[in-house]
C-alpha cells in the first residue's frame, strides 16, 4: 500500500446514533434518526438514553481488538454538537467531548492512529435551527462548523495519535436535473467552505494533520482543487459506502465484478484530482439476497466482494470499514464478522 497507508474501521454510531447500528434504541419510539428519537423520547428521556449508549457501547477492550485484528487507524465521526452548550447552540443534543478524549487515550495506548470526521449530516436537523442538509444557505451555518473544526484542531493538535482530520460527512450537493434543482450546498460554497476548513487546522495545529475533503458523490469534481504546490497534506475521500446502492441489479459472481469495476472508475476518476486518495467507507454489503442464494453461497460471495475491493483499495493512502461493530452484528457492515476470516496480512 501507499506510503503511510491507514487501514482501519470506522467507530460509526459512538457519538451519534444510527439506527442501522443499534436499532434496539430506536424500536420503541419508531423513530429512524435521532432528532426524531429526541422528539418521541422527549429531551430527559434521549439524554439518559445517549449517555448510557456512549458510556457502554465502545470500551478500552475494543481498540484492542481493533489492534490486534490487524488495523493501524480508527475513523471517527464527531457530532457538530460535541462540546455541548460550550459550542454553537446544539439544541436538545449532549456535548460527548470527554468521550473523544477517551478515543484518542484508548487508539494511542495500542498504537492506533485517529483520523476525526466532522459529521453535520442531515438525520441532525436542529444545528442553530437549521438544515444541515444544504436547503438553506450554506454561509448560514458555515461559520460555526469553523469554529467546531478549529476547536477540535486546537485540542488534539499535540496528541500522537491526531493523524488527520475529515472536514465533513457525505456533503450533498446542489445538483441540476432537467428543470429541478435538488437540495444540497452549491459546489462553490462546498469549495470555499474546504480552503476555510484547511486553514483553520492549519491555524490551529500546523502543517502536520492531513485535511481530507469527501468529494460529495462527484469524484470527478476536483481535479486541480488545492493543488499540493499551494496545499500540504490535503487528501480526497472517495466512500465506496453507497457503492452497491448504484448498482441494484448486481447479483451473482458477475454482479461482484460489475461492483469492482464501479469502485475502480470511482477512484480512477478521484486520482484526477492530484489528490492523494483514500476511501473513507466500504463495506462487504451486497445489492439484495438473490433468491436461489444459500445463507453460506452469500456469506462466500460477500468474502468475494471483499476481496475485489481490497485489490482495488491497494494502492488507496487509507481505507476505512463501515463500521467496527453493530449491536446485532450486521452482515456485510459489521468488521467482527465480514473481516474475521480474512487474515492481517490479507488486510495489508
Wanted: hydrophobic share 40%; with cysteine.
Amino acid at each position: 500500500m501507499a506510503e503511510r497507508a491507514l487501514h482501519g474501521v470506522n467507530l460509526t454510531g459512538w457519538l451519534t446514533l444510527e439506527s442501522w447500528v443499534t436499532p434496539e434504541l430506536f424500536a420503541e419510539s419508531g423513530a429512524l434518526d435521532e432528532p426524531s428519537l429526541v422528539s418521541s423520547l422527549g429531551r430527559k428521556r434521549y439524554r439518559a438514553l445517549v449517555r448510557t449508549h456512549r458510556e457502554e457501547f465502545f470500551e478500552s477492550s475494543d481498540f484492542v481488538r481493533i489492534a490486534s485484528r490487524g488495523f493501524n487507524a480508527v475513523r471517527l465521526p464527531v457530532p457538530w454538537y460535541v462540546y455541548g452548550s460550550k459550542g454553537p447552540e446544539c439544541g436538545p443534543y449532549v456535548g460527548c467531548v470527554d468521550y473523544v478524549d477517551k478515543a484518542f487515550d484508548w487508539a494511542e495506548e495500542v498504537g492506533l492512529k485517529v483520523v476525526l470526521m466532522l459529521d453535520a449530516s442531515p438525520g441532525h436537523r436542529d444545528f442553530a435551527n437549521i438544515a444541515i442538509d444544504g436547503s438553506l444557505d450554506f454561509r448560514d451555518y458555515k461559520d460555526a462548523l469553523l469554529e467546531v473544526v478549529s476547536a477540535l484542531a486546537r485540542r488534539y493538535a499535540s496528541r500522537d495519535g491526531f493523524f488527520g482530520f475529515e472536514v465533513l460527512a457525505s456533503p450533498q450537493v446542489q445538483r441540476h436535473q432537467w428543470l429541478q434543482v435538488t437540495d444540497g450546498i452549491q459546489l462553490p460554497a462546498l469549495r470555499n467552505y474546504y480552503r476555510d476548513a484547511y486553514q483553520a487546522i492549519r491555524r490551529a495545529a500546523g502543517e502536520d494533520p492531513v485535511v481530507i475533503l469527501p468529494d460529495a458523490g462527484l469524484p470527478g469534481s476536483w481535479r486541480h482543487f488545492m493543488a499540493q504546490s499551494r496545499y500540504e497534506n490535503v487528501w480526497l475521500d472517495c466512500s465506496m459506502r453507497n457503492l452497491a446502492d448504484a448498482h441494484r441489479s448486481a447479483s451473482g459472481p458477475s454482479g461482484v465484478r460489475r461492483l469492482a469495476d464501479g469502485a475502480r472508475k470511482r477512484l480512477s476518476d478521484a486520482k484526477k484530482s492530484g489528490l492523494p486518495t483514500m476511501v473513507g467507507s466500504w463495506s462487504g454489503a451486497l445489492p439484495y439476497a438473490d433468491s436461489l442464494m444459500t445463507p453460506e453461497g452469500r456469506i462466500a460471495l460477500e468474502r468475494v466482494f471483499i476481496s475485489e475491493q481490497l485489490a482495488v483499495f491497494r494502492n488507496c493512502s487509507a481505507w476505512f470499514f463501515e463500521t467496527w461493530k453493530t449491536s446485532g452484528r450486521l452482515s456485510g457492515w459489521d468488521a467482527r464478522v465480514s473481516l474475521a476470516t480474512f487474515e492481517r496480512r490479507m488486510l495489508d
